[in-house]
C-alpha cells in the first residue's frame, strides 16, 4: 500500500503552458478499485469452474479458487500505482499520469466503461481515467471544460 510515497510516473509531469491553470484532479476511488475487482474475481471464479466443468474436470471448484487469487494478488500487487494514479483538467489540456497530455480542442469522444472515462483523440488515442467514484460527473466535467474552455 501507500506509505506517503508516490510511485513514480502515475502523477502529471508535463509542465503547464503559460496561462495554463489546473482546474480540477480526478483521483481513483479506493472503494471503487476494491469493488471492481470483486466483480473482477467473480468473474474469473464462474469462467474457471465454466471451463473445468466443460473439460470434464472432476475438481470444478479449484476454478473458483484459482480465479479468485489470480485476482487478489493482482489487486494487491498493483493497488498501489493504480491509487496514485492522477489526472489533471486544465483550462487548456487533460494531464495524464506521466507525460500523457491531451489538448481540449483534441478530444473526440468521451465514453464511459465500469467506473472509467475514456478520452479519445482524433488521432485515435485512449486514455483511461480510471476508478471513478462517480463516472458521469467526471465525463460531465471533462466534457464541460471541453464545450466552454473553462469549469
Sequence with gaps: MLDG?????VTPDTPLEGGEQVQHSFHPDRATYYRDHAWLAAAAMAIGMLVLWLIGNPHVWTGAVGGLA???????????????ARWDLTNRRLLGPATRAV??????DLRTLGSAVQVV???GDKHLIKYQADRMA???????????GTI
Design 5 to 9: 510515497r508516490i510511485p513514480q510516473g
Design 70 to 84: 489470480a485476482v487478489a494478488v493482482r489487486s494487491l500487487y498493483v493497488a498501489s500505482d493504480e491509487l496514485a
Design 103 to 108: 489538448r481540449l480542442a483534441d478530444i473526440q
Design 121 to 123: 483523440t482524433g488521432s
Design 138 to 148: 467526471t465525463h460531465d466535467r471533462i466534457r464541460a471544460a471541453m464545450t466552454e
